[in-house]
């Protein structure tokens, strides 16, 4: 499901022992008190943040990609197209951004960029003329992005560190749509939804010895949607809720759920496993909770946690 909406959700987890399939329920942990940090308070629209380390980019009134420099305090353009030209869907990792350019041409194309803001070097991903490309994210040296063009829409990856270039690697391999791909920091670990109509799944591919390996982290009747992953976790959205067949996306609750990366769950799981957050304590987690990190991506809403459940609980078939 494409959405041009950002949400950014929070998520609050205890630190213990892994647990998969697990549903997490948000917590109210207060307000956040640490210094705000004004990016950009200027006209127009500013909008689809991301940050990685001393970088945030952004994207400024729907046609320019933006980057601020923490360390620094500078705000800088990245260096835009022909009039008419739009980039949006940005992300960021290390010293490159990635995004998408639509060059509002004749066939209406949209390409990939990436600007290395350590080097000011802007280059084109594969360039082909009539593609539709969107969503880029970086990972390490990884770059996943879905093409319109191919089959119903694939996610390709683009090895950014190949000289001479390679060329993009089809991921995805089902005749369903597939979009919104994450990658891991490290760049091993690609998540995705595939689609047919209003119900999505999602899938994983890991890279071990240079192959990629693709499988399903959940195929069910409801929908799952917003995968990321931290290369141990994946997270996602859903509509499950517990012991109910859903089969519309607006007939229940939404959920956040999480897998292990290493571990290939199926659409249905025991009650054991499905232990919301609500239900940990400092008896269950000894240290007491820890808030997850939130990394908002792309076009659309996004939760991402680290390795964190209550497996104390979830032995025990807590719910």
């Not at 109210?28 to 909008?47: A, D, E, F, K, L």
């Not at 769950?265 to 009650?271: E, K, N, S």
Request: proline fraction near 7%.
């Amino acid at each position: 499901m494409r959405k041009q909406a950002m949400v950014a959700i929070a998520s609050f987890a205890c630190w213990c022992a892994p647990v998969i399939g697990q549903q997490i329920t948000p917590l109210n942990g207060g307000q956040v008190t640490s210094p705000r940090v004004t990016i950009n308070s200027g006209p127009g629209h500013q909008t689809d943040p991301h940050v990685s380390g001393n970088l945030a980019s952004y994207t400024d009134s729907a046609i320019t990609i933006r980057y601020f420099d923490f360390l620094a305090g500078t705000n800088f353009a990245v260096p835009s197209g022909a009039p008419g030209e739009r980039d949006t869907l940005s992300d960021v990792n290390g010293s490159r951004i990635s995004f998408s350019r639509f060059l509002g041409d004749s066939d209406f194309s949209t390409h990939i960029f990436v600007y290395d803001t350590a080097t000011s070097t802007l280059t084109e991903i594969d360039p082909q003329p009539g593609v539709s490309r969107f969503s880029p994210t970086i990972g390490g040296d990884t770059l996943a992005y879905e093409d319109l063009n191919s089959v119903e829409g694939d996610i390709f990856v683009f090895d950014l560190a190949a000289n001479p270039p390679v060329p993009p690697q089809r991921l995805s391999t089902s005749t369903r749509t597939a979009d919104s791909p994450g990658v891991a920091p490290d760049g091993n670990t690609v998540v995705w939804e595939e689609c047919v109509g209003s119900n999505c799944d999602i899938v994983k591919a890991v890279r071990a010895a240079g192959i990629w390996t693709v499988s399903t982290v959940v195929n069910s009747i409801s929908n799952e949607e917003n995968p990321d992953t931290d290369g141990t976790w994946i997270v996602y959205d859903t509509n499950r809720p517990s012991g109910t067949a859903i089969t519309s996306y607006h007939s229940g609750p939404i959920q956040i759920w999480r897998h292990r990366v290493g571990i290939n769950p199926r659409g249905t799981y025991p009650r054991a496993w499905r232990t919301t957050l609500a239900s940990c304590s400092s008896a269950d987690c000894p240290g007491g909770g820890r808030v997850a990190g939130v990394r908002p991506r792309r076009s659309r809403s996004s939760t991402a946690c680290h390795d964190a459940g209550c497996a104390s609980r979830a032995a025990a078939g807590g719910s």
